[in-house]
């Protein structure tokens, strides 16, 4: 079991246990220094160690005995767990202040753990305060919701959800728009975002899909980002988060805006520098691989050598720009077309295609997996090569099914291994002065399996190196 797969594994009896309402797992799994942010149903965050955590936990308990946890999502990456859940439980005991109702309340939690040496060393965990207030059947005007949204770092937006009239906003508004909180409140929402007619259809289906639950969009159709419109006219890029609550005895929209122009010229720049390294960088090797051979036959003895290691560094030069095209490639991944995908058929195409006549390959059948097959293949295609040129033998390929939601496929070499300081880049997800890697290669395995929610582990054998790509199922993994 590789290192991500032990912190899912870890964070998965976490809430097991807690379900079946054992709160000794806190100490247990917890380092002695745990610190918790919490923000569920509280007008601040709460940092939290061990034993206040676990008051936390056992208040909710109690209000709700008969809580269940349904984990929707389990990602990890490196050290960090990312968790989205929904509690759901019956409000029969006094929570926060508000006497049991009755009320079934279903609740969605999203959690942040950071784990060290098997132990939980930090953790974040945030809900929908609107939606469990409602829930709750707390009657609060819209000016006492003011309170709740103003700490909050992002811009809301309340508004009536039949007419679109803005209610109430907050600083976070204020800033990012650059106008007046007096000159927002009483208009239609639509106001903030540019004169289009578009605007007007994405108000009206926004409010019927949020009824039933949270919407998120960040572009229309046609793919053109979703914008809010500054006092001077400027406009900016926005994801809004929707739900539709009921508060003062109305149904209400409740919208979260975030800024993602950032995001946006992060996005430009690299297409730009994908399309310079695919069309520039190529053209202008080929004329040097073109001059360099050129050179080398009309010289000989050392300086011909020299005009062929020019040859071969520019040859490696255009490799590099194509497999910046495969990354570019893998940050347009989507899961949602993923396909069953044959391991068997899938390393025999890789071996094919690297040029290997005789290679070792042990798989258990059959061995297949729901999973984006153009990632996988980068990702085996990148292992296997590593192989091939730090091994005096053929490498050995081995596939076989992990209880039916994930596949295992190793690629294991007699080479040197691979540098620390490789393998130190990659854990701590960055390179740096100090560590770095010497190519993009390893790089390509790590994105390869993150963009399918897998994991990749590189384990030293004894005579080399073992590479091992853990892809989980897709509809498993969902």
Known sequence: MTVTEKNKALVRRYFDEIEAGNLDVIDELSADELTAKYDVARSDIERLGRDGLTDVIDEILTAFPDTSIVSQSLYAEGNTVISIQTWRGTHLGEYRGVPPSGNEITYKLW???????????????QGSD????????LELSIEGYQTLIETAPNPIVIADADTGRVLETNTATESLVERPRSEIIGTHQMELHPSDQRYDSLYAESVAQARDSPVSVATFEDGSDIELVRADGSRLPVEVSAQVVTLAERPTLVSIYRDVSQQRRREQRTQVLNRLLRHNLRNEVSVIT?????????LDGENEEKARQIQHTARELAGLGEKARLAAQLAAVDNTQATQVSARGLVDEVVAEVGLSDIQTDFSDPVTVLTDRGAVKIALREALENAVEHTTSDPRIEAHSENGDHVEIAVTDSGPGIP?????????????????????GLWLIYWATDAVRGDVDF???????????????????S
């Open 111 to 125: 959690g942040r753990f950071v784990i060290e040496d098997g132990e939980i060393v930090r953790s974040a965990v």
């Open 130 to 137: 609107f939606d469990l207030f409602a829930q709750l059947g």
């Open 290 to 298: 073109g001059l360099a051979g050129v050179l080398g036959e009309s």
């Open 420 to 440: 620390s300081a490789e393998l130190a880049a990659l854990r701590e997800g960055e390179e740096t002065p100090l560590t770095h890697g010497s190519g993009i």
């Open 459 to 477: 384990e030293r054998t004894g005579s080399g190196t073992r590479v091992v790509l853990s892809i989980p199922s897709l509809d498993a993994a």
